[in-house]
């Protein structure tokens, strides 16, 4: 390894073993650790104050070591390809495991505190799990083209596709999984997706979320929004969401939708035929009745 100014690394970790594929530095609990995996099955913890081993773990086959809320995970594929299961490394513990089969790319993020396994689940879609539990969190979500990248980031993920598109994915909780019952029921809605090279052609669709617009608003005109291709839930109140209508892409164009008490989650449709300027896949927004007692 080559420094321009040569300057001198002060750390060296003596008895690694095998080559290392993977390096990961931060703080856990106040001490700052340097995590090496070798050979994609054994995870060391390093200490970088002293420079001595904390912790070696070998598991079956390494798809991911994250820190997320002040902890240090690792994803770990089962031998026979059926599951993935979630480690504390700190603590040596076993988290969770969810029946994820042949994941290509996979990370740890979280939801409200508890860690979240996301995983690549087709050549363009993601699924979350939580990992203590094992249950799905919602359907799979759609992003524009093949998964190259997941980057975990607070209750969410980032999804890099070999084609170059970022696609920002949250969660969240629906009214009838919360412990504690709103006084209203919740929507839980998801913008349409539909692009132009660095552009998004809805006019609802900003990069810090979904905005939404009254009949008027929409008979005045919505200029088309630009940024990165995004997809990021929102919450409102049936009373906020009073005649608020969306634009929807079907295979024949935009269409108009009135949200109402329903849980909305985005879902692939046809492309549009060629000869426009439309790149594929093309989405729409699909409803779920929410389920609760509120409904």
Not at 97 to 121: E, H, I, K, W, Y
Not at 155 to 182: D, E, F, N, Q
Not at 191 to 211: K, R
Not at 275 to 284: L, N, V
Request: aromatic share 6%; glycine share 10%; charged share 20%.
């Amino acid at each position: 390894m080559g420094h321009e100014q040569g300057v001198s690394l002060p750390h060296v970790l003596a008895d690694a073993e095998g080559p290392v594929t993977e390096l990961v530095a931060g703080d856990v609990g106040g001490e700052s650790l340097l995590i090496s995996v070798h050979n994609e099955r054994t995870v060391r913890l390093w200490s970088l104050a002293d420079r001595t081993l904390r912790q070696s773990i070998t598991l079956d086959r390494i798809g991911a070591i994250t820190m997320q809320g002040g902890r240090l995970f690792a994803a770990e594929q089962s031998s026979d390809g059926d599951e993935v299961r979630v480690w504390d490394l700190v603590t040596a513990s076993l988290v969770g495991s969810a029946p994820v089969a042949d994941p290509q790319v996979m990370t740890v993020s979280q939801v409200n505190g508890r860690p979240v396994l996301v995983a690549a689940v087709g050549e363009e879609e993601v699924q979350a799990w939580d990992a203590e539990s094992g249950d799905l969190l919602g359907h799979p979500a759609p992003v524009p083209g093949r998964v190259h990248t997941l980057v975990p980031y607070e209750s969410g993920v980032l999804v890099g596709t070999k084609a170059g598109h970022v696609t920002a994915l949250g969660w969240v909780c629906s009214a009838a999984a919360s412990a504690i019952r709103p006084t209203q029921p919740t929507v839980h809605a998801t913008h349409v997706l539909a692009w132009l090279p660095g552009e998004l052609l809805c006019g609802d669709a900003h990069a810090d979320g979904w905005e939404l617009h009254t009949l008027e608003e929409w008979e005045g005109g919505l200029p088309p929004s630009h940024g990165l291709v995004y997809a990021r839930p929102i919450t409102a109140t049936t009373a906020e969401l009073h005649d608020v209508l969306v634009d929807v892409l079907t295979p024949h164009g935009f269409e108009v939708m009135r949200l109402e008490a329903h849980w909305y989650e985005i879902s692939r449709v046809a492309g549009v035929t060629t000869g426009g300027p439309w790149r594929f896949p093309a989405y729409s927004v699909h409803c779920y009745l929410e389920e609760g007692p509120e409904q």
